[in-house]
Each structure stands twice: as structure tokens, then as C-alpha cells.
């Protein structure tokens, strides 16, 4: 963790860092060390502040950003309040494509930080011409100075975790990690992340967790690229509907695919049983743990990474109304159940 002792010149110094914290309840339960990287630490609140700052910092020492431009990027949330963060405070004009799923909350504090919210379609495929990817490409190529970040195929965004998040959590394990769980939607935090725990012992089980669209581990596993249009998730920032450049298959060993309400009830029972008040794919990854946990030798070191707070899902997986609406209702977390 930073120690903040000195003042910091720019709110995007403060990235990184995060804290590793167990997982008590869980620790027990499995007799293993189980902890939780806290990407909420970071100041957009979440992880993805990781990979902005590195892309805009290579885009401007490369001159595919140049002074008083407008960046652009499809996101569903967490991406644009990183992107919209680091714009403000360098000076850029910053307009996001958002999927109308996005929760509302999300994008009130996306046009706080002065970006610009253009909402798309989010059941189009990825290769429609009205996805929220092919309008940002779009505005990027008919604005002056636009550049679109593209996250899902720019290798900068899991180098960005090789050259943070993995040192990081190698280090705050002080090498024994032997797991690492973690939510695949660009893929850019299990590859680079794992790819770098992997050189450090080969033996690390990098796991990704897919939602229950399953299109990344569907093709991890046969090879396919299939869509189930019949699929939809709730969650947002898990479940793809392309397979983009940043998800390294070599370096995943399996991916665990989890369903929207086992997803939501790990979220609420991480808040209650360890004070840990994360985010909807954070609950995604606890419930992929549970999923697996038993076969887990005892005696290991599991990482689960959090991607965000709870405080951005507040009218979701927070608010009981919703979550009767979606039918989800006297959810109990698989693990404690298996015990
Ligand atoms: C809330 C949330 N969880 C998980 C992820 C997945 O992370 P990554 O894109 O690095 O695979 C994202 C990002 O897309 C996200 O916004």
C-alpha cells in the first residue's frame, strides 16, 4: 500500500499499489491462505486505472495522442471513469461509448468528470455496425486529434498488469502465490498478470472467470467462437461477445464459468462475512473460487482479484427490489453450503 507521505504532483501517480488482504472465513473454510487484491484502492476505483495511464502514456510518447485531443473507448463503466479521470487532469477531451445496460450510477459519475456518454445498443454483436465498438472507432476517425484507446486489442493494456499487478502480488506473497482467480473480459488482467507469475514459477494455476455467456471458455476449451444469443449477463465488464487480442490463452489454464446469481450472492456474502464491499464481478470471482475451491490442495496461496466497490452497484446487486426483479432470491454462497 502507498504510504501517501509525500504530496503527489497528479491525482494518476497515485495508481497502483493496491492492497492484499485475506480472506478469513474463506481461509478456514479451505485451510488455505486466501487473500483479496483491493483494486478499489486505486483513484478511479477500480482496476482499470492500471491500464489507462499506461496506453494515453504510450500514445503520447508515440504521437498517436497529441496535445488537445479527445480520447475515445467503448466501455461499460469502469474503463471510462479511468479514461474520463486521467483526461480531466491531463487536459484532454474524453467522449465514451456506454452499452445502455450500464448501471446509471456509472454514467452520472463518468459526465462528472466532464466526459462525454454516448449510449449504444448492448445487445448488438461486437461486429455490428452500431456496437458501442464500431461507433467509438467512428467518432475517433471523424474527430480532429481522436484517438481511440481500444482496450480489447491494444497489448498495452496487459502489459500494463504484467509491469504492475503481477509484480505486486508475487511480491506481497512473497512468492508463494499458487493461484491466481480472476475475471476475463479483455482478458488484459489474468494474461498480463498471470504472465508474469508464471515466469516467476511456472507452477502458478492462472484461472480466468467467465460469466455464464461463456464465449472465452467455449474457446479456450474447443477452439470455437460461438455466441449463444440465448445467453445474456447480467454482470458488467464479464461475458464477451468477441475474443479480444488481450486474453492469452497459453497462459490461463482454465477458465470457470459462473452464473449471474451465484455471481451476485458471493458479492453480498463477501460484504457480510469479511467486510469486503466489492463490486458485482468481484462477487463473480469469489463465486468462480467457490466453484473450485475443493479442489484446491490445502496449504496453497489463492489471490482473488476485486476489481471495484460495491458503491458503484448500489441500484444492483445492493438494492434487494432489483435483485427480486432478476429473480434472485434466498441465494446462499455454493462453498458454505459444500461444508
Ligand atoms: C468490473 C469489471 N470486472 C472485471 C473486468 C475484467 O477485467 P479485464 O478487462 O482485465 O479482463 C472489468 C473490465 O472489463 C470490469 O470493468
Known amino acids: 500500500m502507498q504510504h501517501h507521505s509525500m504530496p503527489y504532483e497528479n491525482i494518476y501517480d497515485l495508481i497502483g499499489q493496491t492492497p492484499l488482504v485475506r480472506l478469513k472465513k474463506l481461509s478456514q473454510l479451505t485451510g488455505s491462505d486466501v487473500y483479496g487484491k483491493l483494486e478499489s484502492y486505486n483513484p478511479g476505483q477500480s482496476v482499470k486505472d492500471r491500464i489507462v495511464i499506461r496506453m494515453l502514456e504510450a500514445a503520447e510518447s508515440d504521437g498517436r495522442l497529441q496535445p488537445g485531443g479527445c480520447v475515445v473507448e467503448a466501455t461499460s463503466g469502469n474503463t471510462g471513469f479511468s479514461v474520463a479521470m486521467i483526461c480531466a487532469a491531463k487536459g484532454y477531451d474524453c467522449i465514451l461509448t456506454v452499452k445502455d445496460t450500464a448501471s446509471y450510477d456509472k454514467v452520472q459519475m463518468i459526465e462528472a468528470l466532464g466526459a462525454e456518454v454516448v449510449m449504444c445498443d ?20 471523424s474527430t480532429e486529434k481522436g484517438f481511440y484507446l481500444n482496450q480489447n486489442h491494444d497489448l498495452g ?11 505486486e502480488v508475487w511480491a506481497q506473497t512473497e512468492g508463494r502465490i499458487t493461484h491466481f482467480v480472476a475475471c476475463a473480459s479483455t482478458g488484459g488482467t489474468v494474461s498480463g498478470t498471470g504472465r508474469y507469475l508464471k515466469e516467476q514459477n511456472p507452477d ?11 464465449v472465452l471458455r467455449t474457446f479456450h476449451e474447443t477452439g470455437e467462437f460461438e455466441i449463444d444469443r440465448s445467453k445474456k449477463s447480467k454482470l458488467e465488464g464479464v461475458g464477451k461477445n468477441i475474443i479480444p487480442s488481450n486474453v492469452n490463452f497459453d497462459i490461463i489454464d482454465r477458465f470457470v464459468n459462473v452464473q449471474d446469481d451465484d455471481s451476485a450472492y458471493a458479492a453480498l456474502h463477501l460484504a457480510k462475512e469479511e467486510g469486503i ?3 458485482y464481478s468481484s462477487g463473480a470471482a469469489m463465486a468462480a473460487l467457490e466453484k473450485i475451491a475443493l479442489e484446491i490442495p490445502k496449504g496453497s496461496t489463492v489471490v482473488v482479484l476485486f476489481p471495484d466497490s460495491g458503491a458503484r452497484y448500489l441500484s444492483k446487486i445492493y438494492d434487494k427490489k432489483w435483485m427480486v426483479k432478476q429473480g434472485f432470491l434466498n441465494g446462499k454462497s455454493t462453498l458454505v453450503e459444500a461444508h
Do not use: E, M, Q
Open 157 to 167: 493494456n496487459a502489459k500494463a498488469h504484467y509491469f504492475t499487478t503481477g509484480p
Open 204 to 214: 502458478v494455476n492462472v484461472i480466468g472467470v467467465d460469466s455464464c455467456t461463456d
Open 122 to 141: 448492448g445487445t448488438l454483436p461486437g461486429d455490428h455496425p452500431d456496437s458501442y465498438y464500431n461507433v467509438a472507432k467512428r467518432i475517433a476517425a
Open 277 to 279: 464491499f466489492a463490486g
